[in-house]
């Protein structure tokens, strides 16, 4: 025989289930009387003030894929491959369109995007890279796709449920490096 309080427990959660789906009115009424007020406590500011700087070191991680991406797809244009030097461009330009997206929530949160070009290698986490030879290319694409999904899987984490709109920016661009990844992937496995 089951327990009372297992019972009690169970009849509290089918009901629960079967109640029809309400909004959190106290919620809203919190919302209605602080919409105006743009005051945040210490620890909210701090916690926006890390945010930007994350998003800041992706923009700059972004910037530094164009011109890697860039560079690849003119001197690739030489070793007689027009698809993948074709695809390059391709991939720049995505990473441009993750820079501007990057840049756009930064001064939704209150902060300044930094487009520095002076630190822009030290606050990237994926290199520049000059090689001449389409295979190395190749490689040297595919550590930085990995290494942006390993920096953008950790800050879909690190901002978890406390802003939403944040996390739907990252996990896009998340999908789009996965994307990129498994191209290169494949082009080397040709
Ligand atoms: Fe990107
Ligand atoms: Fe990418």
């Given at each position: ?6 019972t ?20 809203l ?5 602080q919409?105006?007020?743009?005051r945040?406590?210490t ?6 003030k ?15 894929c164009?011109?890697?991406?860039k ?17 390059f ?9 993750h ?9 939704q949160l ?5 487009f ?6 030290q606050?990237?986490?994926a290199?520049y ?10 490689r ?16 879909v ?24 990844a ?9």
């Open positions: 025989m089951a327990h009372p309080h297992e009690a427990g169970l009849t509290q959660l089918s009901l629960a289930e079967h109640a029809p789906p309400a909004l959190d009115n106290v919620a009424d919190l919302v209605r009387r919409a105006l007020q743009q945040h406590s620890a909210e500011l701090l916690w926006r890390g945010l930007v700087k994350l998003l800041n070191d992706a923009l700059a991680t972004e910037l530094v164009v011109m890697r991406y560079r690849h797809h003119f001197t690739a244009h030489g070793l007689n491959s027009p698809h993948i030097a074709e695809e461009a391709v991939h720049a330009s995505e990473e441009m369109g820079a501007d997206r990057l840049a756009r929530r930064i001064v209150g902060g300044e995007p930094d520095s070009p002076e630190t822009l290698l606050r990237s986490h290199a890279d000059a090689t001449l030879e389409l295979a190395a290319m190749i040297a694409n595919l550590v930085a796709e990995r290494v942006a999904v390993e920096g953008y899987s950790q800050m984490r690190l901002v978890g449920d406390r802003d939403p709109t944040t996390r739907r920016l990252l996990e896009d661009i998340l999908a789009d490096e996965q994307k990129h498994d191209e290169l992937q494949g082009w080397l496995a040709d």
